[in-house]
Structures are given as structure tokens and as C-alpha cells.
Nanobody, 128 residues
Framework: EVQLVESGGGLVQAGGSLRLSCAAS????????MCWFRQAPGKEREGVSCISSGDGSTYYEDSLKGRFTISTDNAKNTVFLQMNSLKPEDTAVYFC?????????????????????WGKGTLVTVSS
């Protein structure tokens, strides 16, 4: 059974940092592209970043480049999202997703309905 379990969310002041983790199990981690998405209140879910667990290639949504960093620990089947210089507009539930056959650069074009492995999400709240 595939499981994705996010952790690390919380309340932080603007300008602060958080590190999200997603522990994966039930599939061959190295064969997947792992992605982070987020959904703010009243908004659609949007892509944040993806990383190929196989070759480490990454992709970031343009507005997040330089503030967010995605990485993996393949030995622990875990994907991370380091978020720095957080802004109130980063407030959202952050979801981890496993996407076989997806390249990180496909993130802007992905159909969310094509991703069938999602975590339950972790809430990030950035206060001003």
C-alpha cells in the first residue's frame, strides 16, 4: 500500500523558515518523481516543486525559486521542502505527491487527476 505522510507544518512569522518532510512507503522511491503542491484557502491546488528521485533533477514554480528548496533522502524514502523567507501568501496546506512517469519539468502542465498518490497534507500558516 502506498503511503505518503507529510510533517513539519506549523505557524511561523513572515520571514521565517520551515522544513517539510514527506515519508514515502509502498513503492520503489527511486523510480518516482516526487512533488509538493499547496492549496490555499479558497484556491485551487497548485504545484510548488518536483524532484526526480532517480537523478535529482528539480523544478520550481517560478515565484518560489530562491526561497524554496526540494531534496530527497533516498535511503529514508523521504522528500523534503525547505521553505525560507516565508510570506503570508505562502499560507496553505502542503501536499506531497508521487508521480511515476512525470518529469519535474512537467509540473506546470500536470493534470492533478493524473496523480493518484497523495499525502493528507500539512498546514503551513505564515503570520504577518
Amino acid at each position: 500500500e502506498v503511503q505518503l505522510v507529510e510533517s513539519g507544518g506549523g505557524l511561523v512569522q513572515a520571514g521565517g523558515s520551515l522544513r517539510l518532510s514527506c515519508a514515502a512507503s509502498g513503492f520503489t522511491f527511486d523510480d518516482y518523481t516526487m512533488c509538493w503542491f499547496r492549496q490555499a484557502p479558497g484556491k485551487e491546488r497548485e504545484g510548488v516543486s518536483c524532484i526526480s528521485s532517480g537523478d535529482g533533477s528539480t523544478y520550481y514554480e517560478d515565484s518560489l525559486k530562491g526561497r524554496f528548496t526540494i531534496s530527497t533522502d533516498n535511503a529514508k524514502n523521504t522528500v523534503f521542502l525547505q521553505m525560507n523567507s516565508l510570506k503570508p501568501e505562502d499560507t496553505a496546506v502542503y501536499f506531497c505527491a508521487a508521480a511515476p512517469g512525470l518529469l519535474p519539468t512537467d509540473l506546470p502542465y500536470v493534470n492533478l487527476n493524473d496523480i493518484d498518490q497523495w499525502g493528507k497534507g500539512t498546514l503551513v500558516t505564515v503570520s504577518s
